[in-house]
């Protein structure tokens, strides 16, 4: 996790994305593993509210916004968001615009990310720590 | 300002199912939505949630299909039961029983 924080601040896309996997990864290795310990499980969570909420939500949003003021011509912070999602036609911008939009749609792959039904495979998830008596109530709250 | 039906969904993790019963042209209003959205969204008025960042996924379903949302309505889904009529104002962001 602290990789993913620093590759986000040094603002390295490529390896932000090799640390969202290796999470990932790891967070599916403790929900198929039968023999996870109740301290696994409490890994597993904590990586799904990185993944599903602390980093996708606030830390990258920061990263966008820091980073808005450096796009040439200039652009807002919504309209910037407002062009990438309605995949609207844009030309003339500078690199950072590129570099930001490939940082978002990053960030939008793990807001899509969907296994066995369930975003980040939370039901799962839930399914497994309440039959291991790990956790009441719900891992995103 | 819009005003129309609302359908709520009070829990947190839903799915296609809990979609049941919404009709074209209602206001979602949900604690966050889910990748299941997708199945309903030519029919939504209006997305209403508690959660309030623009990196949600709500913001992002929202601007991907041009709908109007309003975010960061405190306990609107214990607010609210499916059925009601209200009235949104986008600019003060309130929602209100008519």
């Known amino acids: 996790m602290l990789d993913l924080l620093k590759y986000t601040y040094i603002f390295d896309i490529p390896k932000v994305k090799e640390s969202i996997e290796r999470l990932w990864n790891r967070y599916q290795g403790i929900l198929d593993n039968k023999d996870s310990t109740k301290e696994d499980l409490y890994e597993a969570r904590a990586i799904l509210y990185c993944l599903g909420k602390f980093y996708s939500e606030e830390f990258a949003l920061g990263a966008i916004e820091r980073r808005i003021q450096y796009i040439k011509p200039e652009i807002s912070f919504d309209k910037f968001l407002e062009m990438v999602d309605s995949d609207e036609k844009y030309s003339g911008y500078n690199k950072m615009f590129d570099e930001l939009r490939e940082f978002y749609l990053m960030v939008k792959g793990i807001k899509n990310r969907e296994k066995n039904g369930s975003y980040l495979d939370e039901e799962r998830f839930n399914r497994i720590s309440k039959e291991k008596g790990v956790i009441s109530s719900h891992p995103l709250d | ?98």
């Open chain 2, 1 to 98: 300002m819009i005003k129309g039906k609302i359908f709520v969904i009070k829990k947190r993790l839903w799915k296609t199912e809990d979609l049941l019963g919404f009709k074209n042209d209602m206001i979602l209003v949900v604690k966050n939505t889910t990748p299941d959205i997708t199945i309903i969204i030519d029919k939504v008025k209006v997305i209403v949630t508690e959660i309030n960042s623009p990196l949600c996924h709500a913001a992002i379903i929202a601007r991907e299909y041009n709908k109007p949302i309003l975010m960061g309505v405190e306990d609107v889904t214990e607010k609210f039961n499916t059925g009601e009529e209200v009235i949104i104002n986008l600019e003060n962001k309130t929602i209100i029983k008519c």
